[in-house]
């Protein structure tokens, strides 16, 4: 993307894509409900590309964190105001994800509006869409993170066959509905499935000077440690954690810790707790443990989320160690995380990327604390994911303004 330059004229209106494109009532909503100003330059080439040519699938490639959503909820917003009879449909891999589409949906528009009942929400796991309910309609489909929607959340990066719910979206698209994906990182196998079969006249949106999703998948305001060792993996992690609640500033922020299983994060969970109770007589101490996992009833981590982005709006805020499974890496936009640790190397490319991504993200500054154990096969696991580049430059130019006085992280 070329960053977009508006110029602002002696007295003028300042002029953007959210201008041309949006109608004021969505624009005011933007800053007053969620603080956004004006477009950064995904947000800017995704709006004139939906509106301004006839492009029926347009995937934003770009990093985590960079505003993705945004990409194709106001395009979906603002087609649904333009016209009463169109409908939309949404569609991220987890309900996690889609309750966060939800709730950014129902701030911009207000929970009454009438345009949010003509947006349907699914996640893979949602009841499949059934034709004969007149669902198949839509005028614009909304796939975010494509691969994970159209190929599963698989354990490798190289499966190919479409999902149901994917091979929905392929056989609706054109002449009836346009399809808006967004993807973080495409392995080079979803790559050459997405552009060579599924989905071959699709306009794809990237970053100036990457020619493909397989660079820059970093971002650059993420510090990366990762810690050797052998022996207990707990006892690792706790004295990560004691050094982390030694530093100024992760103290004063939340932590995620990406866990292999359901079992493992319940197992870490407990022993955080136990370990938290011996040390009780410091009373300093103000983090606060929660679990996300799949097994969990919904309305609980519904509650847990709905705290958190409150919680970050406080002025004295306790911090949070969320203990988690890949349930909870993809597409969360939870505030002021600024470490991650995985517990367990993950084993895909894509895992690392969005485990990795709850972190640094709108171009803050944020740390990954990588577990690596030579006496396991973690260190080999490893060693693929180095071919993951961080790019040298925040993507946007606009998202400078995020990073600026963001402390040096003193953690050794
Ligand atoms: N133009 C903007 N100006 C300021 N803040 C913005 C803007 N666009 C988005 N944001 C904020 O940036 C944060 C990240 O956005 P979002 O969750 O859409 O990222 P993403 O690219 O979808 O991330 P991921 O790849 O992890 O899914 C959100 O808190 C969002 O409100």
Redesign the pocket.
């Known amino acids: 993307f070329r960053p977009t330059c508006h110029r602002r004229a002696k007295g003028s209106v300042l002029q953007n894509s959210f201008h041309e494109f949006l109608d004021n009532d969505i624009v005011e909503s933007l800053q007053d409900k969620?603080?956004?100003?004006?477009?950064?330059e995904v947000?800017d080439q995704a709006l004139k590309t939906f509106f301004a040519t006839e492009h029926n699938a347009i995937i934003v490639c770009?990093q985590?964190?960079?505003?993705?959503?945004?990409t194709f909820l106001l395009p979906i917003i603002q087609t649904l105001q333009n016209n009463a009879n169109a409908k939309a449909l949404v569609v991220a891999p987890t309900n996690l994800l889609i309750e966060q589409h939800q709730a950014v949906a129902a701030a911009l528009l207000g929970s009454s509006n009438t345009i949010l009942d003509r947006i349907q929400f699914r996640s893979l796991s949602s009841p499949f869409l059934n034709d004969d309910d007149g669902e198949d309609d839509f005028d614009v489909i909304a796939v975010d993170?494509i691969d994970a929607v159209l190929y599963g959340e698989s354990k490798m990066d190289e499966e190919t066959e479409l999902t149901s719910i994917g091979q929905y979206v392929i056989e609706k698209l054109a002449p009836k509905s346009r399809v808006l994906g967004?993807s973080?990182f495409l392995s080079r196998a979803h790559q050459m499935a997405l552009l060579e079969q599924h989905l071959p006249d699709v306009e794809v949106l990237r970053e100036q000077g990457v020619t493909s999703t397989q660079t820059q998948v970093l971002v650059p305001t993420l510090r990366q440690k990762f810690k050797y060792f052998s022996g207990n993996r707990l006892e690792k992690l706790v004295d990560v954690l004691d050094d982390a609640k030694r530093d100024d500033w992760l103290s004063q922020g939340s932590t995620m810790i990406f866990c292999g299983t359901v079992e493992q994060a319940q197992e870490v969970f407990d022993a955080l707790v136990v370990e938290a109770d011996l040390d009780d007589d410091n009373a300093d101490d103000t983090n606060t443990f929660a679990l996300v996992h799949e097994q969990l009833d919904r309305s609980e981590i519904h509650s847990l989320m709905t705290k958190l982005r409150h919680d970050a709006n406080q002025p004295a805020q306790s911090t949070t160690i969320l203990i988690c499974t890949d349930v909870a890496a993809?597409?969360l936009?939870i505030p002021n995380i600024r470490h991650v640790i995985l517990h367990t190397v993950p084993t895909t490319n894509s895992a690392f990327i969005?485990q990795v991504?709850r972190t640094a993200?709108?171009g803050q500054v944020g740390l990954l604390t990588c577990l690596v154990n030579t006496a396991s096969g973690d260190a080999q696991k490893y060693t693929h994911l180095h071919a993951l580049k961080a790019a040298s430059e925040l993507s946007f130019q606009?998202w400078k303004q995020y990073s600026k006085g963001v402390p040096k992280i003193t953690f050794n």
């Open positions: 969620l603080s956004v100003v004006e477009p950064n947000q770009a985590t964190g960079s505003g993705k959503t945004l993170e967004t973080a993809r597409g936009d969005h991504g993200r709108k606009s």
